[in-house]
Each structure stands twice: as C-alpha cells, then as structure tokens.
C-alpha cells in the first residue's frame, strides 16, 4: 500500500486560506485540536480584525508602548531584526503600505503617488521600539502598523508541528495555505508540489522531496490584481512602496523551521538571484528554489531536499 493510502486528511478554512493537515492515523478529535490552536494564533496575531494583540500595538502608535505576551513579543522581535537585514525585503513595519493597496481584498487599485510617498514615512523598522523586560512594543509615529502577514502562517506551522509531537505523532503533514510543514519522514519523503507560475489549477513545475522539513513559497502569482494591463502582486517593495518587481516569479525555502522559510521567502525575494544565493552561502541550513521569469529553476543548494522537474518549459539550473 502507498503512502498515500495509509493518510488521513483533514481540512479547513482558516486566517483566509484552505488549511490542511495529514496523519498516518485516524484522529479526528487531535485534528480539531489542531484546528483550534491555530485559530487562538491567529486571534493573537491577525490586522484583518479589529481586535488582536499585534492591533493593540497599532491602535497605540505614536502614543505607547502596549504590553504582549512572551510568544507575540519574540515574534515581533525576530521579525524586527529580520527587517534590518541589508538587501533584503522583509519589513514588519510595512502595515501602511499594505492597508493603502488593499492588494487581494475588495477595493484594491494602485494608489495615488503621493498616497505611496507619505505611508513609506511611518515604514521604518526603527521606530519599532522593543522592550524585553516589559515585552512590550511602541510604534513611535502615529499611523504606523506593523503586519506580520508574510510570517504568521510559518510560526503557527511551528507550533503545529510542536504540539504534533508533542501528542506523540511521529508522521505528520499541515499545509497552511501554501506554508508546508512536515513531521518525519514516510517512505520516499514527503512529495511537495511546486506550484508553475500562472498556469490554472494544479499544474506543476516539480516536486520538492523532504524529510521533517519546512517548505514555503512566496509567489508573484498567489495574490494580485490587474490595472491598465499591469499585474500588481501583493508582497510589496519597502524600498519604493510598490511590488517587488524583478527577475523572479517565486522563491520557495527549504529549512526545518517554517517561520525561517517564511522570513528568507520574502527577504530574498527582494535579493533576487544573486545576491540571495550569496546571503544563504552563510547558512547552510536554509536553501532555495528560484523560479525566474525567464523559466528557469536555480537551487542555491540542494543537500536537504530532491527536486524533480516535472515541466519540460522550464530549465533546471542546480
Ligand atoms: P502569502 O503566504 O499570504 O502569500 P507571503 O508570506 O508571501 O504571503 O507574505 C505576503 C504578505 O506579507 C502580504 O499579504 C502582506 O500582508 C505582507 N507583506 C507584503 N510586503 C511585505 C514586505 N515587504 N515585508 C513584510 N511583509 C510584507
Ligand atoms: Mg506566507
Ligand atoms: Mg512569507
């Protein structure tokens, strides 16, 4: 019998996206636990809703630092330090940016220039003032947002993964709308599919084999509007307060933790290419799978996964 038959799948809608979680057993109340965790992680860290504690945060800009608890606090933490990386993409404080754009929600349109100018005042990562003895966090100017939109879904798939263990699952899968994390290994690896960029329904590139590891994509192709025959996609350039806009169509990561593959998906996707493979030369533990424009797939490295390509328009460059 196949791996396949011997899993169990479980299915929901959550934080927005289909969620989905395998097990090689039949355990229909550990599923809902599951289901449960993940809504309580995202009542702490949603901006979609009026209430949270990363919107506390928000609500207080420019008048005071807002008390979190410890997890929210360390999040925000590594996601500041992460926003300081030189080159790179990722930027906690982007929440303004976003809001104007709306990109993926009703009403969204490119916003007036000026509009653009003026929030990218309030995106400094700076003036996110962090304090570990209160673990509390102040945005120094009014009308400044933090988002952790780019690296919830890899946190809570963390905790997923924990709390799986934790129940003594040895062998487990949750798909957190394209955020992939892995428990063990069943025969063969886990087969994950690379998504190929624009194509309809499942159609896919290749396949991503790993052991107990993290996969997750940032792509120009996952949420995006079209104005005036331009695509405007929704992970957005710090630098310009416009979507990145270079050589790639996706950036997938390869590392144990998915809030790692969460944060490089997007720093690197403002690297690009080159100056990505660079950054990662330095960490072995984390790899990547560019896929450009031009139809190429580049791996920075491959020692802790196996790609097979599965699409003969495209050219794998290893
Ligand atoms: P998804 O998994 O939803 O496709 P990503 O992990 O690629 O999302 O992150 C995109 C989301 O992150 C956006 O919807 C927005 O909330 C936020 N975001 C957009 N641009 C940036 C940025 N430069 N840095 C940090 N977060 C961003
Ligand atoms: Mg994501
Ligand atoms: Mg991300």
Request: hydrophobic share 40%; aromatic share 8%; with cysteine.
């Amino acid at each position: 019998m196949s791996d396949d038959a011997r899993m169990y799948s479980y299915s929901a809608v959550l934080m927005g996206s289909p969620i989905l979680l395998k097990l090689f057993e039949h355990n229909e109340p550990l599923a809902s636990r599951v289901f449960s965790l993940i809504k309580q992680y995202e009542d702490l860290l949603t901006v979609n809703r009026a209430h949270s504690q990363v919107m506390d945060i928000n609500q207080a800009a420019g008048q005071q630092p807002v008390s979190v608890s410890r997890p929210v606090y360390e999040l925000i933490k590594c996601a500041k330090a992460a926003s300081l990386v030189a080159g790179g993409a990722f930027n906690l404080a982007i929440g303004p940016l976003v809001k104007c754009w709306k990109i993926g929600f009703k009403g969204d349109r490119v916003p007036p220039a000026g509009d653009i100018a003026q929030r990218l005042t309030l995106t400094d990562p700076q003036n996110v003032v962090l304090n570990d003895e209160q673990t509390s966090v102040f945005l120094t100017l009014p009308g400044m947002e933090i988002d952790l939109g780019a690296i919830a879904k890899g946190y809570i798939a963390d905790r997923v993964r924990d709390y799986l263990r934790q129940q003594g699952v040895t062998l487990g899968l949750i798909n957190l709308g394209g955020n992939v994390q892995t428990l063990g290994s069943p025969e063969g690896g886990w087969s994950i599919g690379l998504k190929k960029p624009f194509a309809p329904g499942t159609a896919l590139l290749g396949t991503i084999e790993v052991m107990g590891q993290s996969v997750v994509t940032s792509g120009v192709y996952e949420r995006y509007f079209e104005q005036d025959g331009r695509r405007y996609h929704h992970i957005l350039d710090p630098r310009t307060g416009y979507p990145l806009d270079n050589e790639l169509d996706s950036v997938t990561i390869i590392a144990r933790q998915s809030l790692d593959c969460d944060i490089w998906s997007t720093l690197i996707y403002g690297m690009g290419v080159e100056k990505g493979c660079a950054a990662l030369r330095a960490r072995s533990d984390i790899e990547a799978i560019f896929v450009t424009k031009q139809r190429e797939i580049i791996l920075s490295s491959a020692n802790h996964y196996r790609f097979t390509l599965l699409d003969d328009d495209y050219r794998l460059i290893a």
